[in-house]
């Protein structure tokens, strides 16, 4: 991903200032975990800047159209992200005492640079990250792959699902504590 500096000038100075920042990054792919998204038409950035007295406070939306594989049927699916930007870049490291003693950890910051400019990259990928859903699919109804034969069930219909709940049905009532009484056998009504 293409570094993200922004340089702080005197627009920022006063405590409260704020500055919009709207930006188009060409970005080609993102890694999650094992996953790879190609991004089409890249990303669009859109924050505001504010000056929160020990730092910047980076706040906005950054979205993009991701093209990756379906984990139901495994051709292309498309998403759209819009993933949350929410930064504080301190103008310099904390005291001890900034720290709220009950965390575990302390709160997520950055650092401003020396040379007065701040790096969204990370902040902007972990965005997109985080707005990436868990199962992607190509469609909300994607009906997968045959467990049979590995036919895209979206595309054909091989009967194998068919065939597959004709045989849950019949093992079910198979399995049923009524199932003996379909051969009981009452004899004929009309010889008593």
């Known amino acids: ?5 922004i340089a702080l000038d005197e627009r920022l100075a006063d405590v409260g200032s704020t500055l919009t920042y709207k930006h188009h ?8 975990g094992d ?8 990303a669009e950035i859109d924050v505001a800047l504010t000056n929160a007295g020990e730092g910047i406070l980076v706040t906005g939306i950054v979205r993009a159209d991701l093209v990756g594989t379906c984990d139901r049927c495994l051709d292309e699916a498309t998403i759209d992200v819009a993933g949350e930007v929410d930064e504080y870049f301190l103008f310099r490291e904390p005291d001890e ?4 003693e009950d965390e575990e950890e302390g709160p997520d910051y950055a650092l401003v640079g020396a040379d007065s400019t701040i790096d969204l990259s990370d902040t902007v990928l972990g965005a997109l990250c985080l707005d990436i859903p868990y199962v992607v699919l ?3 109804d994607c009906k997968g792959l045959c467990p049979v034969c590995g036919e895209n069930l979206n595309h054909t219909d091989c009967g194998h699902a068919a065939e597959r709940e004709r045989e849950r049905e019949e093992a079910r009532i198979a399995s049923s504590p009524f199932a003996v009484l379909k051969n009981l056998d009452f004899g004929d009504k009309g010889d008593a």
Not at 1 to 5: G, H, R, S, W
Not at 25 to 32: A, K, M, S, V
Request: proline fraction near 4%; glycine fraction near 4%.
């Open 1 to 5: 991903m293409e570094d993200l500096i």
């Open 25 to 32: 990054i060409d970005l080609d792919t993102i890694e999650f």
């Open 35 to 42: 996953r790879e998204f190609s991004l089409p038409t890249g």
């Open 97 to 100: 005492d900034f720290f709220d």
């Open 138 to 140: 190509c469609r909300e």
